[in-house]
């Protein structure tokens, strides 16, 4: 079994930042593929970003993030960071550490179910 713990959200103004850490633990030597999704009130579930083991860690973005959001992974011990920068009032939501044990390539990453283990999700609220 796996655990993912997600930590670091919070209130920050529009233009600031923030950094997500996901902490996995259990079984986790074979979490190939580690990603982040994000739920505002009353939206589904959407991706947000993407990494994988292969290509020396492989990195993919939803549209509305690229360029702002930057994902990266210890490999040690797994613990994966969202890296959010000049955030918008869009961006509120809870973010949601996801975790595959199969590897995934473009746009394959984006798919909520192909993830095997959740968090609890951590709140990201962003003021005017």
């Known amino acids: 079994q796996v655990q993912l713990v997600e930590s670091g959200g919070g209130l920050v103004q529009a233009g600031g930042s923030l950094r997500l850490s996901c902490a996995p633990s259990g079984r986790i030597f074979d979490l190939n593929t580690m990603g982040w999704f994000r739920q505002a009130p009353g939206k589904e579930r959407e991706f947000v970003a993407a990494?994988?083991?292969?290509?020396?860690?492989?990195?993919y973005y939803a549209d509305s993030v690229k360029g702002r959001f930057t994902i990266s992974r210890e490999y040690v011990e797994s613990t994966v960071y969202l890296q959010m920068n000049s955030l918008k009032l869009e961006d509120s939501a809870v973010y949601y550490c996801a975790a595959d044990r199969g590897y995934c390539s473009g746009s394959a990453c984006y798919v909520r179910v192909r993830y095997d283990y959740w968090g609890q999700g951590t709140q990201v609220t962003v003021s005017s």
């Open positions: 990494i994988t083991r292969s290509g020396g860690g492989s990195t």
